[in-house]
């Protein structure tokens, strides 16, 4: 009874991803999202419903955080923040690279080769916790580490404030910022913190398609959102607006690093590691903790087939797509990817 109930399901779940024309998933799809299709996510999940693109949590403040802002701005792109002079947090984050620097591996102080890939800032005020193992509370709090670390920035936050505190042109945009002109660590990174928490994606065209303009997606892609939210159970891990959930997970790609495991000490959470935002994905390669996987069609069939390199989440686990619809999933992640917003860098004060 048992082994028929399980090829009952699976053969249920077969037509039921099937049995849509193209015509009938644009009509599902072009209603509200409250009214689609109950996503395929397992037993114990907590997922919230794909949407529009959110706003950054300071852009109603903006006016009022103007020179914060625009301090911010300046520090993140001032060399001067690193022990040798060449390296600012926009060499790894770079905004016409969507803010990554597209390498495998971040490369740092005297071309030391950083242990992991570097994330795009983008929608980065969304996370609960920062970097890759979770080891920031929050954005301030994140950027003391580039700069104290031996590989990356390779300064100290003291030499640091000394060089800031000899720039006319800072001590003028600390006073405009904070009202007076003392420079510390706090006013620093709370800064680049609130110039990092302006920057968003671009409106995507699955962004389009949910506004009403129903001919933003192509069949394909909406064959790729209905895989998406079902058969390929992707909102296991990367539901909501950001598509991700915001936890921690081992995607099976962990090799040897310990990822949170780091953090917590817990065994149970050896080898995850925080669950990026799906946005953008395609202009954000390579891909994974350690930048190693450049092509986003094998990652999608290593998770279609469940076999990972090591040790991996529960959630993992054969999918059985086919060629045709690998191919669409692959055309919904196209979908919500969208270039860089025009940016304008900052002039440096002498």
């Known amino acids: 009874m048992k082994k028929y109930s399980i090829i009952s399901l699976v053969s249920a779940l077969v037509l039921f991803c099937i049995s849509f024309t193209n015509e009938n998933l644009r009509s599902i799809y072009s209603r509200p999202p409250a009214e689609w299709p109950k996503p395929f996510v397992d037993d114990g999940v907590q997922w919230k419903e794909l949407g529009m693109l959110p706003e950054s949590p300071v852009e109603k403040y903006k006016d009022s955080l103007m020179h914060i802002i625009k301090l911010g701005k300046t520090l993140f792109f001032d060399t001067r923040l690193s022990g040798s002079g060449k390296i600012s947090c926009a060499t790894c984050h770079q905004p016409e690279l969507n803010w990554t620097d597209a390498k495998e591996k971040s490369i740092g102080h005297e071309g030391a080769i950083n242990k992991r890939n570097s994330p795009t800032i983008q929608n980065s005020w969304f996370y609960n916790r920062l970097f890759w193992d979770g080891r920031s509370a929050d954005l301030q709090d994140q950027a003391f580490a580039p700069i104290n670390s031996e590989t990356e920035m390779h300064s100290e936050m003291p030499d640091v404030i000394r060089k800031l505190r000899k720039v006319n042109g800072y001590k003028e945009l600390f006073k405009k910022a904070f009202g007076d002109e003392k420079i510390d660590p706090d006013r620093l990174t709370e800064a680049i913190a609130v110039f990092e928490k302006t920057i968003v994606s671009r409106k995507s065209r699955f962004d389009e398609f949910l506004e009403g303009s129903k001919k933003a997606l192509t069949n394909s892609e909406i064959r790729g959102l209905h895989l998406f939210r079902t058969k390929a159970k992707c909102m296991n891990c990367h539901s909501g607006p950001l598509l991700t959930d915001n936890l921690f997970h081992n995607s099976g790609f962990s090799g040897t690093d310990e990822g949170y495991y780091k953090i917590t000490h817990l065994e149970e959470d050896r080898g995850k590691f925080k669950t ?55 055309a919904f992640l196209q979908a919500i990817s969208a270039p860089p917003l025009e940016f304008q860098k900052p002039v440096l004060p002498d």
């Open 276 to 330: 990026p935002s799906l946005r953008d994905v395609m202009k954000t390669g390579p891909w994974m903790h350690d930048g190693k996987q450049n092509n986003m069609l094998q990652i999608i069939e290593k998770f279609n087939t469940g076999d990972m390199p090591v040790g991996k989440d529960k959630l993992i686990q054969p999918l059985g797509l086919t060629k045709r619809e690998k191919t669409d999933l692959l």
